[in-house]
């Protein structure tokens, strides 16, 4: 694995993890896209199989998060300039087209970058998001973001996002928890906590749900480009009439649904790989 740490237009870096293909490169690389408070370590999982395509893969850490900078500006948290920095990523490895792989936020990122720059998207992966949200799904994140609190030990931390997660990935045991913890979270001197700005925290409670802008335009850049979409049957983001609509303005579209999961899939479910796969196939 290669890293990056890429200086925006404004001066803060972001972190990418740089996977090479295992054997010859046979089309565009995959870029990685995690959601709200999420790092480049939810990859994890499908990386390999994705190198084994023969395809690089690319998994960023969006700024504020993991180990890009934080911005002194926490206005700046916001999908529009997170779009330019996966483009400033992508000019300064010197590469011109994708593969996106977006869950949640980063399939908001995948979506602004296809309306901005078409010719970068060689395909798409929107895992458990489309051009609306449910407002529920939205109230019951800014419901939870930066309320974890400080865990003592890595048990705690386990604990503590059982209970946060419980609706969304019924049934699962403590060690899927306890991976799921420390994918999510960091040490520090005072414990162990997200790792991502707290500031996101705030930005993302202070917005409203009665307004939430839709985004059908820019999925509409997508229409002539490779695209999933993958969705937990149990999510609460993303409603299957959502999915419906998406179809009927992409026919072509390919879907998924995983079973009982909510927001968001991990990605290595049959169900989910098997779309992945599918655009990596139609991508060279």
């Known amino acids: 694995m290669n890293e990056h740490m890429i200086v925006g237009h404004d ?29 480049h370590k939810d990859f994890l999982g499908v990386i390999e199989p994705i190198r084994r395509m023969g395809r690089r893969v690319l998994a960023v850490d969006v700024r504020g998060r993991g180990r890009s900078d934080w911005d002194p ?22 590469l011109k087209r994708a593969v996106f792989l977006g869950t949640s936020m980063g399939g908001i990122i995948t979506m602004l970058v296809a309306a901005f720059s078409p010719a970068t998207v060689a395909g798409a992966i929107l895992n458990d998001i489309g051009p609306e949200v449910d407002p529920a799904g939205l109230k019951r994140i800014q419901g939870y973001v930066g309320k974890m609190g400080r865990a003592q030990t890595w048990d705690e931390a386990a604990t503590m996002m059982s209970v946060i997660g419980e609706s969304a990935f019924p049934g699962k045991d403590m060690a899927f928890w306890a991976d799921f913890a420390r994918k999510t979270c960091i040490e520090t001197a005072e414990g162990i906590v997200f790792d991502y700005d707290p500031a996101i925290a705030q930005v993302a409670s202070s917005g409203g749900t009665e307004a939430i802008p839709t985004l059908w335009d820019q999925y509409a850049a997508l229409v002539p480009i490779p695209t999933a979409v993958i969705r937990g049957a149990l999510s609460d983001l993303l409603s299957a009439d959502i999915v419906n609509r998406m179809k009927l ?35 060279k």
């Open 11 to 39: 001066g803060v870096k972001t972190f990418v993890a740089d996977f090479d293909p295992v054997g010859a490169y046979t089309g565009p690389p995959v870029m990685c896209l995690h959601g709200l408070t999420r790092n």
């Open 73 to 94: 500006n926490p206005s700046n948290y916001n999908p529009l300039v997170y779009a330019q920095d996966v483009l400033t990523i992508l000019n300064r490895l010197g």
């Open 249 to 283: 303005a992409k026919p072509d579209l390919i879907t998924a649904e995983v079973p009982n999961v909510g927001h968001a899939p991990t990605l290595d479910e049959t169900e989910a790989w098997t779309a992945i796969e599918a655009i990596i196939r139609l991508t």
